[in-house]
């Protein structure tokens, strides 16, 4: 099976930078789509972005984070990231990775396999 772990949340002020890890184990493929979605106390669980090597590494933002969040893979490492830069106190949330199997998108619906989270708050 699949196993997702994030990593790398906390606690910065308004205009911080934060770099997310999710490390992926057990029978993943290099080409898999990996999503990070967020959810905040009280709201619904909302995509930030995706990325897709096998179709080209094409990516996907929520409009709220283009410019400020970009997502990448390390596929040695079998690690997505998403660094956060000029986060702003809306970002604040718990932050979950996810895998994917087929159709890549910001659509929950397209992921089978999450993570824990790891939670980012902004002040």
């Known amino acids: 099976h699949v196993q997702l772990v994030e990593s790398g949340g906390g606690s910065v002020q308004t205009g911080g930078s934060l770099r997310l890890s999710c490390a992926a184990s057990g029978t993943i493929y290099s080409t898999q789509c990996m999503g990070w979605f967020r959810q905040a106390p009280g709201k619904e669980r909302e995509a930030v972005a995706a990325?897709?090597?096998?179709?080209?590494?094409?990516?996907y933002y929520h409009d709220s984070v283009k410019g400020r969040f970009t997502i990448s893979r390390d596929n040695g490492k079998n690690t997505v990231y998403l660094q956060m830069n000029n986060l702003k106190p809306e970002d604040a949330a718990m932050y979950h990775c996810?895998?994917?199997?087929?159709?890549?998108?910001?659509?929950?619906?397209?992921?089978?396999?999450w993570g824990q989270g790891t939670q980012v708050t902004v002040s």
């Open positions: 990325i897709y090597p096998g179709g080209g590494d094409l990516t």
């Open positions: 996810a895998a994917g199997s087929g159709v890549c998108g910001l659509s929950d619906a397209l992921y089978k396999y």
